[in-house]
């Protein structure tokens, strides 16, 4: 557990004793391709940290279309935040497109290590307003960015994901169908 703390919180200078209390946050758990991590509809307990493979969360409208809101590879954490912050239940599902092992923390345990361990709260504080960042950027470029800008923008931000992800995972991120995905890809090559 120790060298995934010294990964996880790689920019951190932390003492033997935090980095003891820290490794007791994290549990590690291996999910095989296409499970289910976290139903709709479900407390979210905890945020997860990806050691391997290949994760997405995605919400599913009243018609039943699924619209993908992100995906996490190795090195990149992932949760349903809206309930996972708000303490609530699930409004996305957490599933697995590879196979994946990840090391999952629970939102209370985070916040009491957080009074002992502050930059660890640091840590997540930053990590929480990129990723606010990130998000408001993918929502402007929604509304700004046509299908093919939004597909080349994903490949340059993201070259390590699209061949780990199935078409209608990728086309449900842009927004799309897997048709223009489909035109769209003839067109860029």
């Not at 991590?37 to 940290?49: D, G, M, R, S």
């Not at 996305?92 to 009491?112: G, Q, S």
Request: charged share 30%; proline share 1%.
């Amino acid at each position: 557990m120790t060298e995934y703390i010294s990964t996880i919180f790689k920019d951190l200078q932390l003492t033997a004793e935090e980095k003891e209390l820290t490794e007791q946050l994290f549990t590690e758990v291996t999910y095989k391709k296409g499970e289910v991590i976290l139903h709709t509809n479900e407390k979210v307990l905890y945020q997860y940290y990806v050691l391997k493979g290949c994760i997405r969360t995605y919400f599913m409208d009243a018609k039943g279309k699924e619209h993908t809101i992100q995906f996490a590879i190795q090195d990149w954490w992932i949760s349903d935040y809206i309930g996972y912050f708000s303490e609530s239940e699930s409004v996305l599902t957490i599933e697995c497109i590879t196979e994946a092992t990840v090391l999952k923390v629970a939102k209370k345990e985070l916040d009491n290590i957080y009074e002992k361990v502050p930059k660890i709260e640091h840590f997540f504080r930053k990590k929480l307003e990129r990723s606010t960042v990130r998000f408001q950027k993918r929502i402007l470029n929604n509304l700004a960015l046509s299908a093919k800008e939004r597909y080349q923008l994903f490949l340059q931000t993201y070259p390590n994901i699209e061949q780990q992800i199935k078409n209608y995972h990728l086309a449900s991120y842009l927004g799309i169908t897997t048709e223009s995905l489909s035109r769209i890809r003839k067109e860029t090559w």
